[in-house]
């Protein structure tokens, strides 16, 4: 059998089943807008279709959940945002269009931080998701609604974008596998745009091989975006993935300090069960780490100021009402500081400041020089290993409310996410373990650009290594 035999034999048994999943995970508020007509058609239609066509699909029938912010035809799409409360999307994404053609079906959209921007699901202008964990705690950000609901075993996977670790680092919150792809391995087309040189869309399952089937099906070069690319195929690993002989390296210096204690004892664990399974453990050094976040928040900030510019009540996203402007310069303001949580106006106002002139050299050229030096800290380090691990994150998930006052703390959420994103490379997270608190550890994996068999191979070996993973109460 496949590992991605969530494949139902009864579609619209399968679809129904999903439905009413989602509307017993409602407490979570994980969930912007529920699919149900296109959902019943996509099934309607697989079941139309002749047994062994429908055999031949690789998701044929496979309930799947979508990140508000990645555009469905027909569907409100809101990126989590005032600003797009009533925004209906006109077309597909091409991830979307490929899930089609895979025979899954959509079934929801989830809720998110605000154009994608946090690390708790609490700038959401829908209110905050809940971790299925722990309904106190956050589930992750910013695709805390994606995955919460394949935590809570709602649908068996769904999609999320990654700027900064928005995948990976609610997938160590929330227990599960999250992916994101080598930059330009899948199409942005139909993505609402954060941070250009950034974002990824990427899969969060149950499994390594689920979210591997998955990512297979929406990867490739599309004309639409000019940043894909034509890369060599990837390969799921079957049940004969191992880790005999994987070069695993190790960032000591990075872990020296930063990480709960319970995280560090998850990941020391994973580490000796790579190293018992036939894998060495190999130090290196990831010299420019340490300014990974303030590079990311200066690059990522930047291309948001310019990303959202277009939202201004005229062209695009929610107006003001005439009572509240006089002119048009008061009407964009008016209409943006009404449309915007107090997150996204953050971001826009320190990004207009790096390219501001006398600032642009200063801050947003040396963030770009920095950027460099911390893609070559990783080629360096893959002359000498095939992955690299560290956690997804310096903590499990923490209460909600905790750091919404002190947005620095919040940025260090994603201290080893981030890097990722910078150099374009690919990595996972997996769970490891759980805390004293029983809340999920999960261990990151990162491999060189297109490297993504590798990637799979290592983190399927571990999963199979470490053995069943426990799900929420």
Known sequence: MSAIDLRPTAVSAATEAALTAIAGASPLNAVLTTTDERARASAAALEALPAADRD??????????????????????????????????????TVVERLDAAGAVIVAKTNCDEFAMGSSNEN????????????????????????????AGAVPVALGSDTGGSIRQPASFCGIVGLKPTYGRVSRYG???YGSSLDQIGPMARTVRQAGHVLAAIAGPDPRDA??????????????ANLQGLRVGVPRALLASGVDEGVRASIEQALATMLAGGATLHDIELPHAAHAIPTYYLVATAEASANLARYDG???GH?????????????YAASRSEGFGAEVIRRILLGTYVLSAGYYDAYYRKAQQVRTLITRDYEQAFAAVD???????????????EKVEDPLQMYLADVFTVSANLSG?????????????????????????????????????????????????
């Open 56 to 93: 031949a699909l690789p998701l044929a029938g496979v309930p799947i959940a979508i990140k508000d912010n990645i555009c469905a035809r027909g569907t409100r799409t809101t990126a989590g945002s005032r600003i797009l409360d009533r925004f209906v999307a006109p077309y597909d994404a």
């Open 124 to 151: 959401s202008a829908f209110g905050p998701v809940k971790n299925p964990w722990a309904h106190d705690r956050t589930p992750g950000g910013s695709s805390g609604g994606s995955a919460a609901l394949v935590a």
């Open 191 to 193: 993505l609402i745009a």
């Open 319 to 331: 107006r003001a009402a005439a009572s509240e402007y006089s002119d048009l310069g008061s009407m």
């Open 425 to 473: 490379l690919p990595a996972i997270s997996v769970p490891c373990g759980l805390d004293p608190a029983g809340l999920p550890v999960g261990l990151q994996l990162t491999a060189p650009a297109f490297g993504e068999t590798m990637l799979l191979r290592a983190a399927a070996a571990y999963e199979d290594a470490r053995g069943a993973f426990p799900t929420p109460s």
């Open 387 to 401: 992955v690299v691990a560290m956690p997804t994150a310096p903590t499990t998930a923490f209460r909600l409310g």
């Open 227 to 240: 940043t894909t690319v034509h890369a060599p195929a990837f390969e799921v690993p079957g049940t004969d």
């Open 314 to 316: 005229v062209r695009f």
